[in-house]
C-alpha cells in the first residue's frame, strides 16, 4: 500500500499562488491514474484534478480549470497541483490520492489510498 504525503498548503490572498506537492513512498506511483480532491468544513469531499500515469491526459474540475494545473514527476514519485488565481472559495483541506477503480475519475470511492491531507486557506 502506498503512503502518501501532502505538503505546500497555506494561507493566501485572493489572487495568489500555491503549489501543493504529493509524495509517494512504499507502493507503485507511475503506474496510476493520481488525483486531487478538496474538502471544505461541512461539506463532502470533491473532485479538482487528475493525471492519467503517463502525463499525457490531465482532468479538471469546471471550478478549477484554467487556473489550477496538475502535473507529476514519476522518477521522483510526486505529484503537484499549481494553483493561480486563487479565491475565497478554494479554501479547503486538500487531499492526493491514488486511483484503483476504473469508473468516474471525478469519484472518490474510485480511490483506494489517500494522504491526510494539507489546508489551503485563502483570504479575502
Known amino acids: 500500500q502506498v503512503q502518501l504525503v501532502e505538503s505546500g498548503g497555506g494561507l493566501v490572498q485572493a489572487g495568489g499562488s500555491l503549489r501543493l506537492s504529493c509524495a509517494a513512498s512504499?507502493?507503485?506511483?507511475?503506474?496510476?491514474?493520481m488525483g486531487w480532491f478538496r474538502q471544505a468544513p461541512g461539506k463532502e469531499r470533491k473532485f479538482v484534478a487528475a493525471?492519467?500515469?503517463?502525463?499525457?491526459?490531465?482532468y479538471y474540475a469546471d471550478s478549477v480549470k484554467d487556473r489550477f494545473f496538475i502535473s507529476r514527476y514519476n522518477a521522483k514519485n510526486i505529484l503537484y497541483l499549481q494553483m493561480d488565481s486563487l479565491r475565497p472559495e478554494d479554501t479547503a483541506v486538500y487531499f492526493c490520492?491514488?486511483?484503483?477503480?476504473?469508473?468516474?475519475?471525478?469519484?472518490?470511492?474510485?480511490?483506494?489510498?489517500w494522504g491526510r491531507g494539507t489546508q489551503v486557506t485563502v483570504s479575502s
Open positions: 490520492a491514488r486511483r484503483s477503480g476504473s469508473g468516474s475519475i471525478a469519484s472518490a470511492s474510485e480511490y483506494r489510498d
Open positions: 512504499g507502493g507503485t506511483f507511475s503506474a496510476y491514474t
Open positions: 493525471s492519467s500515469h503517463n502525463v499525457i491526459t490531465t
